[in-house]
């Protein structure tokens, strides 16, 4: 493989800083404020994600970005680099990032949440760290960016601030700093110790493969600390955080359970399969079929479980475990088809997410309606909503023409070249899994009659609230015809 | 000025003598007068950093009253020695001091009034002896200078609350035994060396084969076993929480971040300087299991730290368990564990002082530390809050704050020595550290109770009332030092590496094994 020409921008450092500008502009607005508060996310939103779009010509040119922050140690540096696959998740963080705030508006007003300046600023804060994640160059980096999210993300979870808030934030950073502080730093500082004489640089792009001169044993051990240490990507059995922090208000379970949070933890394991084992180190290990194996279980039970989930949120959750599950196995099939997949996956996948969990949150605010079982007859009063929910559920099931079939599609192209048929037929398992849990939900929506009258009075919620769902239902649409630009991105066409 | 490092020790000095002469005239002056020589200390400080720095041999040397140095033994008179440790070890206590000093205007007013030049005084006095331990390069002028800060110790302490005085006999009582272990180590090198001078017994040991001496066997342990009393080594560590938490607030501030850490500098230049690497891990066969003696320590001391409901008193148990942490960096006998020892001290002596100054701050506003006076803290108190928070996460290690990079070279020195017991232990404590902080993090954000009960009504409705809820700050001259402390642990972290090089220059000529396996 010839280097791709590096090109030294400090965009990349712009797009990590202009949340951090925004949360300055937010507090100092504060509640007093409210709509210059607002003004100031969505001014930052707006530059990140100008910034981050401003950079796709560099890339699909063949070049990288690199920007270099500071030297953590002697060799190995804190160094921010865009690929594709990196600008590709950035994109769709920052883009969603705009659509979400909006909903946050409008469902933070509607419902008259306290506290909304802690809420937009910690906001800003984890999309700072998941650009972070996007960007890094090395291992350490990508740490040090995974850790700032966790923290960050743990004032929104727990904003309700009341008991149940407080069993979910446990669960969330029980799970999340047990798993990166006691498998994730081992591992890194294995591998920082262990390789090229203590001069590991642990670079994605100029250390690939380098685990390889491990023994057997150790690369597997490796693997799995690596793979269960990203505890965000959801992997059965640490995945019980994800239902956990659904006690969140729904603009955070939006963005950051279906998008940045999730999506930096499987992106993670998508960077230690695909830049540090490496394809051709990982095809032989022996270790992938065990994550391939863990993989695949964690899509079909989680959609198992997901099938019994009254509540909508919930079963919203458990269906993004199965999505991510998905991802890992795509990263894993190790095949460049395969890979490519996963990448696409976390576009298509977040685009079909972030829009049933806006509608879910749209209905909760329109009629304060939580359950499955509740949904009656509601799809005649919010025909937009539920349309919208429509749209997102046949994405994420994977029907052409939506962005989810796209990445399906790749993901059994490749487990289909390393002639894993078994893959394939858990991906077809898994769909018809998806149909089950999914549909229903429309299905109840639009055609059982409403049980009793006092629904009559339900309508759409405000329009911050559907604007933004009508959007990403209409993106899933985009993805799906402009999918030759996101291939370009990951390298699946010249 | 190329006599800087003396004045190390003199400024603080000349300082308690002007505090305790000066106050008999007028009380106000002890502060600004503090303060300034603190001032001045550190500027010294800095500046023999960088003499060290600059130097070729890397090491600054100032020979008190003159005595020739020539002759085989080295020394007769009283060497200070100032090489890249002692004096970033140095320049950590006089800045620990001079932040507390800045500190304590408020709470040494409300806590001592009256006896400002006597507190003083001694505040100045101790740091000056503290100092002095980083410098000396005479093991029997290390006993002495021990002695100043232990003396000086136990009068701040017992000017405390009234169980204050309890604590302080039991200190004594300790920290004596310690002391004298050490004497008596003292007396044997010296009867077999006959020698004083640090360098000048290595040379003696190496010079002469004394590996395998009983005298010099017996002396290591003494002297080892001295120190790890003094440094409140579990199981000897009963001394320390009952002190750190009746003794006054500026005290406890002054006295958590260096007193143990400062031992574990004097362990590590006993091991390295006096007796030498060969001799303290290869001639030894028990040394192997001291990383078990240390697992034991990490262990208990954050079970009991889990078990306190009062932020003084845990904070004091994580020292103890802290203080292991770095024993055990030693002991695992390698490179990257050595610099994590070294690394650590200066991060946790930054990362307690964070800690103890928030907590003085929370008990100077909210009349306790108890565990159930944080409800909803962070809307009072936002950015007293964000420095005790920044120290928190240093704690459990999260990047980029300081104690993220020394558990990261502790870790991995660990794996290096393949020493799995200390590296779970490492982990262990380090989930202990995280519940401990979290929870504290719950009751001052989240303001639930000690039964998981929120009294509001949710929705931002915490049950508090709206004087407790509204914007309360601490006077600047305690909220400022404390976020000064904070952005130190910050900046150590971020700038680690320009720390690191120096502890790597130093620790160059002693070889250390760093267990390459692939080159």
């Not at chain 2, 007293?384 to 870790?411: A, D, E, H, Q, V």
């Amino acid at each position: 493989m010839n280097d791709p020409v590096i090109v030294e921008d400090i965009r990349p450092l712009i797009a990590l800083l202009a949340p951090w500008a925004g949360m300055i502009g937010i507090i100092w607005a504060g509640e007093k404020r409210a709509n210059l508060r607002e003004m100031f996310t969505f001014i930052a939103a707006s530059v990140q994600a100008a910034v981050v779009l401003s950079l796709v010509p560099i890339i699909l040119s063949g070049a990288v970005v690199e920007f270099h922050i500071w030297q953590i140690f002697s060799h190995v540096p804190m160094l921010l680099r865009v690929d594709g696959p990196g600008l590709l998740f950035a994109c769709v963080a920052s883009v969603l990032w705009i659509a979400t705030t909006l909903y946050a508006v409008g469902y933070m007003r509607g419902l008259h949440e306290h506290a909304q300046t802690r809420f937009y600023s910690f906001f800003a804060l984890s999309l700072s760290a998941t650009m972070g994640v996007a960007f890094s160059a090395n291992l350490l980096t990508i740490y040090f960016f995974y850790e700032m999210l966790s923290v960050s993300t743990f004032p929104l979870v727990t904003h309700m601030q009341d008991k149940q808030a407080r069993t979910g934030g446990r669960t969330y950073l029980g799970y999340l700093l047990f798993t990166s502080l006691c498998l994730l730093l081992p591992a890194l500082s294995w591998c920082y110790v262990w390789l090229d004489g203590g001069n590991m640089t642990m670079d994605f792009m100029a250390d690939v493969g380098k685990v390889g001169h491990f023994g057997e044993t150790t690369q597997i051990v490796l693997l799995f600390l690596f793979t269960f240490g990203f505890a965000k990507a959801g992997l059965m059995p640490a995945h019980s955080w994800l239902p956990g922090a659904m006690v969140a208000p729904t603009p955070v379970s939006a963005l950051l359970h279906a998008v940045a949070v999730v999506k930096v933890g499987v992106f993670c394991v998508y960077r230690v399969y695909a830049d540090v084992f490496g394809p051709e180190v990982l095809a032989k290990m022996g270790g992938e079929e065990w994550a391939m194996v863990i993989a695949s279980a964690t899509i079909i039970i989680s959609s198992l479980i997901a099938l019994s989930q009254d509540n909508l949120k919930r079963r919203l959750a458990f269906s993004t475990i199965g999505q991510l599950g998905y991802i890992v196995l795509g990263a894993a099939i190790a095949t460049d088809r395969g890979q490519g997949g996963a990448v696409l996956h976390i576009a298509m996948h977040a685009c079909g997410k972030i829009t049933l969990f806006f509608c879910a949150g749209a209905i909760f605010v329109a009629s304060g309606k939580k359950y499955v079982s509740e949904l009656r007859g509601i799809g005649r009063k919010m025909p937009l909503t539920m349309g919208a929910f429509m749209i997102g559920s046949l994405s994420v099931i994977g029907l052409p023409p939506l962005g989810g079939f796209i990445s399906k599609w790749y993901l059994a192209l490749g487990a289909l070249d390393r002639d894993a048929m078994w893959v394939v037929v858990v991906l077809l398992i898994s769909s018809l899994l998806n149909v089950f849990y999914l549909l229903p939900v429309a299905v109840t929506a639009f055609f059982r009659t409403p049980e009793t009258e006092k629904d009559s009075s339900i309508k759409e919620a405000p329009w911050p609230c559907v604007v933004p769902l009508l959007l990403t239902a209409f993106g899933c649409f985009l993805l799906f015809f402009w999918s030759d630009t996101l291939l370009q991105m990951v390298g699946l066409q010249p | 000025m190329s006599d800087s490092i003396v004045w190390i020790v003199l400024f603080p000095l000349f300082g308690a003598v002007a505090c305790s002469l000066g106050g008999a005239m007028s009380k106000k002056i002890c502060y600004p007068v503090s303060v300034l020589s603190m001032l001045a200390t550190v500027w010294v400080s800095v500046d023999t950093l960088f003499q060290a720095i600059e130097s070729p041999v890397h090491e600054v040397s100032y020979i008190l009253g003159g005595w020739s140095l020539d002759l085989f033994p080295r020394g007769v008179g009283i060497e200070f020695r100032a090489d890249l440790l002692g004096a970033l070890i140095a320049l950590v206590v006089t800045g620990v001091g001079l932040i507390v000093a800045l500190y304590s205007k408020v709470p040494v007013q409300r806590e001592t009034p009256g006896k400002e030049p006597m507190y003083y005084g001694l505040f100045l006095l101790q740091i000056s002896g503290l100092a002095g331990i980083a410098l000396t390069g005479d093991a029997f002028n290390l006993y002495v200078l021990i002695e100043v800060a232990a003396l000086t110790g136990y009068g701040l302490i017992a000017l405390g609350t009234n169980r204050a005085a309890a604590a302080t006999f039991n200190y004594i009582i300790l920290g004596t035994i310690g002391a004298s272990f050490y004497l008596l180590g003292v007396g044997y090198l010296y009867l077999k060396t006959g020698t004083l001078n640090m360098v000048g017994i290595r040379e003696v040991i190496e010079a002469h084969g004394l590996f395998d001496s009983p005298a010099m066997q017996v002396a290591f342990v003494l002297v080892l076993l001295g120190i790890l009393i003094k440094m409140a080594f579990f199981p000897f560590h009963a001394w320390l929480p009952n002190a750190y938490c009746h003794a006054p607030t500026t005290t406890s501030c002054l006295l958590a971040p260096l007193v143990t850490k400062v031992m574990i500098y004097v362990m590590i230049r006993m091991v390295l300087t006096v007796f030498g690497v060969e001799f303290s891990f290869e001639s030894t066969w028990w040394t192997e299991f001291l990383p078990w003696l240390v697992v034991v320590a990490i262990v208990c001391a954050a079970v009991m730290a889990l078990a306190q409901r009062e932020i003084k008193r845990m904070l004091a148990y994580l020292i103890v368990a802290e203080v292991g942490y770095m024993v055990g960096g030693v002991w695992i006998y390698n490179y990257y564990g050595l610099i994590g020892s070294v690394f650590h001290i200066i991060s946790d002596a930054c990362m307690t002082l964070c800690l103890f100054l928030g907590a003085g701050i929370i008990l100077e506003k909210c009349k306790t530390t108890h565990f159930n006076g944080l409800r909803g803290l962070f809307a009072k108190m936002p950015l007293t809050m964000i420095g005790f928070f920044i120290g928190g996460f240093s704690i459990i290690g999260l990047p980029p704050t300081c104690g993220f990079f020394s558990k990261w070279y502790l870790i991995t020195g660990g794996m290096v020595s393949e020493r799995w017991e200390y590296m779970i232990t490492l982990m262990f404590s380090t989930i202990v550290m995280v519940v401990l902080f979290f929870r504290l993090i719950e009751r001052i954000h989240l303001a639930v109770d000690e039964s998981g009960n929120n009294l509001g009504k949710g929705h931002g409705d915490l049950g508090l009332t709206k004087q407790q809820t509204r914007f309360d700050e601490a006077p600047l001259s305690m909220l400022i030092p404390l976020l000064l402390a904070a952005s130190v642990v910050l900046l150590v972290g971020v700038y680690n590496q320009e720390v690191v090089n120096q502890i790597e220059v130093f620790l160059q000529p002693f070889n250390l094994p760093t267990g390459v396996k692939y080159e």
